[in-house]
């Protein structure tokens, strides 16, 4: 605990209050409460959550003390506003790796290449060029990993192939009606839209450092408000 800019014992009684009162704003918007997403109770829930988050900070810096108080961060998801029926869905896929082991990842792809180097192809050079760059250029090689094998065998042969597993995600979004065909493919990931999110499935390390969790974690979205 540093003395520098240390708050005062006023300070943090001050904050102490400005809680109470704002628990008591939140108590009567609830009480109060117009609908089930009643824009008075989320100011208020906001409102709420910045004080206690003041004065967490004040109890610290002037007693090295904290509160019980969890203030939710803003990277969850909103409430669902999509179809309650949903016609039709997208997988939103995202999975990050590593190039833990280049001479694997280039090794392998070699291997591929070699299979057939006259079917070979990677980023529009042809047949034998292609084998040849594959086991030199982790670009090259890259793109005979992913050109060869499904998503899904690559995540559960990731080592095989030289690749550290990162963080992943799973979004499944409600849709009225399937696209177009073509539609949505020059940024497919672009119109997602948050509060048609159905349920979403994530994998991390950071739950690692929670002994009580699993390392997944699941998230359905109710449709009901």
């Given at each position: 605990?540093?003395?520098?800019?240390q708050?005062?014992?006023?300070e943090?009684r001050?904050a102490a209050?400005?809680?109470?009162a704002?628990?008591?704003?939140?108590?009567?918007?609830?009480?109060?409460?117009?609908?089930?997403?009643d824009?008075?109770v989320y100011a208020a829930f906001?409102?709420?959550?910045?004080a206690?988050?003041?004065y967490?900070?004040?109890?610290?810096?002037a007693?090295?003390?904290?509160?019980?108080?969890e203030i939710?961060g803003?990277?969850?998801?909103?409430?669902?506003?999509?179809?309650?029926?949903p016609?039709?869905?997208s997988?939103?896929?995202r999975?990050?790796?590593?190039?833990?082991?280049?001479?694997?990842?280039l090794?392998?792809?070699?291997?591929?290449a070699?299979?057939?180097?006259?079917?070979?192809?990677?980023?529009?050079?042809p047949?034998?060029?292609?084998?040849?760059?594959?086991?030199?250029?982790?670009?090259?090689?890259?793109?005979?990993?992913?050109?060869?094998?499904?998503?899904?065998?690559?995540?559960?042969?990731?080592?095989?192939?030289?690749?550290?597993?990162?963080d992943?995600?799973?979004w499944?979004?409600?849709?009225?009606?399937?696209?177009?065909?073509?539609?949505?493919l020059?940024?497919?990931?672009?119109?997602?839209d948050p509060?048609?999110i159905?349920?979403?499935?994530?994998?991390?390390?950071?739950?690692?450092?929670e002994?009580?969790?699993?390392d997944?974690?699941?998230?359905?979205?109710d449709?009901e408000p």
């Open positions: 605990m540093s003395d520098a800019a708050p005062s014992a006023a943090v001050a209050e400005a809680v109470k704002a628990l008591d704003r939140h108590l009567d918007a609830v009480e109060r409460r117009v609908g089930g997403d824009p008075a906001n409102e709420l959550a910045a206690a988050e003041t967490d900070e004040l109890l610290y810096d007693y090295d003390e904290v509160t019980p108080f939710p803003d990277d969850s998801l909103p409430a669902y506003d999509g179809p309650e029926e016609s039709a869905l997988v939103l896929i999975r990050d790796y590593a190039v833990a082991e280049p001479q694997r990842l090794s392998q792809a070699q291997r591929i070699d299979l057939d180097p006259d079917g070979a192809s990677v980023n529009g050079l047949g034998k060029g292609a084998a040849a760059a594959a086991g030199s250029s982790v670009h090259a090689a890259l793109g005979v990993l992913f050109g060869e094998y499904e998503p899904d065998e690559i995540a559960s042969r990731h080592k095989e192939f030289g690749l550290e597993e990162g992943s995600t799973l499944v979004a409600a849709a009225d009606e399937p696209a177009d065909p073509g539609e949505w020059a940024a497919p990931f672009d119109h997602a509060q048609r159905v349920c979403r499935f994530d994998v991390s390390a950071v739950f690692d450092e002994p009580d969790d699993a997944d974690d699941l998230e359905l979205i449709p």
